[in-house]
């Protein structure tokens, strides 16, 4: 019997085709339109670069679902996973018109849905292509699918929070007074990459004041002797699933009002993290956290939400926030990232990804959360 761990990737994509299918037409539309992104690759296992010529999914509700592509990318697209899936790859010549030939598919009037991440210029020549058409928004229908996850994805997702989690077990090496946010992003960088992922897609090194800021850039800053650090990484496996890690370092004896806001801060992300269950709401869970930080005087600076979903993307559905009734659900995997931000002083965050199970939550990040004191 096979591991249901290691389901093969064309195996998912193909019941995926079917949900799409399923959902596109209980929303009462004809077709789904989805170009280069995370949803094709989601939908296909076909990885395509998003570019001026026209390469698309089209899923009909009443009819077979094809891929069209640029006659010079049928050779990567035949490649793919997708023509095991059942799909057609349909080749267009530079002299013809891709938008015609895909609308001369569907119904003449046709509700089509079209994916959240398509090219403005796209998604208009498609409006200009299917005249007395509706499109809307396709994120409603795909979003369904992708925030639950099955147990491969699972299993990718925590092959990511490992290799992740060695990068910030070698943080020592790295962070030293006298060496600049830039030259530290460097080398982790590389790490990322050396540790079990093909790319790094961001490093956020906020040394002093800098940690204040929750999407700081590298900068030239020096690290000084007793500075808080804020290290915020990430990056994406060879299975395609991110890492999302966030982990506070100092450099020597920190502030004695730092520790104070960090005992706040792991107090709040602790329970956010123990709170974790199927029938919480987003919302509640946001509040778990935002409640402990506000009582302890710190509310104001708490300045975004708990956490974002994860997969294929580093932020995807469910959103963990003030105004979400939306109920997790087993397989819903999402970071729980509270923060406190002292302007011009220091700041603090702890970020784990989380998957939601039967029984209540399984953290992906195992590296210690208190933060680690470095030679100064």
């Known amino acids: 019997m096979p591991d249901p761990d290691r389901t ?16 596109v037409a209980r929303a009462g539309l004809d077709a789904l339109v989805v170009s280069p992104g995370a949803d094709l690759q989601y939908l296909t296992g076909y990885h395509a670069a998003p570019l001026e010529r026209l390469t698309c999914l089209v899923l009909p509700v009443a009819g077979e679902p094809f891929l069209l592509v640029p006659a010079l990318e049928e050779p990567a697209a035949k490649a793919s996973p997708a023509p095991g899936l059942g799909l057609e790859i349909v080749g267009w010549q530079e002299t ?36 007395g058409g509706r499109q809307t928004l396709a994120g409603p229908v795909l979003s369904e699918l992708r925030m639950r996850k099955s147990p491969a994805e699972i299993a990718a997702l925590r092959e990511a929070g490992a290799a992740i989690d060695r990068v910030h077990a070698r943080m020592g090496e790295w962070l030293r007074v006298g060496r600049t946010e830039r030259e530290v992003g460097r080398d982790i960088a590389e790490a990322i990459v050396a540790e079990g992922h093909v790319r790094a897609d961001f490093v956020i090194v906020g040394s002093g004041p800098n940690g204040a800021s929750p999407h ?3 900068s030239d800053r020096v690290l000084c002797a007793g500075d808080p650090v804020v290290v915020d990484i990430g990056g994406t496996t060879a299975a395609g699933y991110c890492s999302d890690s966030t982990r506070c370092y100092t450099l020597g004896e920190p502030p004695a009002e730092y520790r104070r806001l960090y005992e706040v801060l792991l107090r709040a992300q602790r329970a956010q993290t123990a709170a974790v269950r199927p029938g919480i709401t987003a919302e509640e869970l946001d509040a778990v956290g935002r409640r402990i930080i506000t009582e302890a005087g710190f509310g104001a600076e708490f300045l975004h939400r708990t956490g974002h979903g ?20 087993p397989g819903m995997a999402f970071s729980v990232e509270p923060g406190i931000y002292l302007a011009g002083r220091y700041g603090a965050r702890i970020e784990d990804i989380v998957v939601c199970t039967p029984e209540g939550g399984e953290r992906l990040n195992l590296t210690e959360r208190d933060f680690t004191v470095l030679p100064g």
């Open 8 to 23: 093969s990737p064309t195996t998912l994509s193909a019941d995926r085709l079917r949900q799409a299918r399923e959902l």
């Open 96 to 131: 013809e018109d891709p938008y015609a030939i895909a609308a001369g598919r569907l119904p003449a009037r046709a509700a089509v849905a079209v994916d959240n991440h398509m090219w403005a210029e796209k998604a208009f020549a498609f409006q200009a292509a299917l005249p």
């Open 216 to 218: 700081h850039e590298l």
């Open 310 to 329: 994860i997969g294929l993307e580093t932020h995807e559905e469910p959103y963990i926030v003030a105004g979400s009734a939306r109920p997790l659900e």
